[in-house]
């Protein structure tokens, strides 16, 4: 895993189906959070697949279909730097909220990987990209590989 203080966690997502939602705005940065997901889920067993919005404030909705229809999760990737209008805060703001619903409502995980930066290098560096200090692809990835672990032995649990 990447970044300090990351947990270690176990990875097998044999039997699941995982659908990688990813915005196509910046795709330098996107193709490098779509191959840390990738190889994460490769390496873990699961089936996935991958499908493209056009950019972060798209990712709820796609995500929410790729649930309803059958997908055990989904990772949502994702690029949004700060510019000089409000705009950041309002795309942020949903895409966050969004997926948050997403989750929720459906009770699948989604494993968030949208990047919020201030400049390009930010996400360059969290990318998983050649010389990045950071993989968010394949953190988020992970992540929902595990929650869907988490999931599938809380719905098999008997409270007595």
């Known amino acids: ?12 997502g044999t039997g699941l189906d995982i659908v990688i939602v990813a915005g196509r705005w910046h795709d330098v940065i996107t193709d490098g959070l779509i191959a840390g997901a990738t190889r994460v889920l490769e390496a873990s ?3 996935y697949s991958l499908v493209r919005v056009p950019g972060s404030f798209e990712l709820p909705v796609a995500c929410k279909v790729a649930l309803d229809n059958g997908a055990d999760a989904v990772v949502a990737l994702g690029v949004i730097i700060r ?3 409000p705009h950041f805060e309002y795309v942020s703001s949903a ?6 619903r997403v989750a929720l ?3 699948k995980p989604v494993g968030f990987g949208v990047l919020t930066l201030d400049d390009e ?7 998983g990209l050649p010389g990045s200090k950071e993989d968010k692809g394949e953190e988020a990835a992970a992540a929902a590989i595990a929650t869907a672990q988490l999931l599938q032995k809380l719905r ?5």
């Open 1 to 12: 895993m990447s970044g300090a203080g990351s947990p270690e966690i176990e990875i097998d």
């Open 83 to 85: 510019g000089g209008t």
């Open 45 to 47: 067993g699961a089936r």
């Open 105 to 107: 409502d459906t009770g």
């Open 121 to 127: 290098q930010q996400g360059l560096d969290r990318a």
């Open 95 to 100: 895409a966050t909220d969004g997926l948050t």
């Open 156 to 160: 098999a649990y008997t409270f007595e």
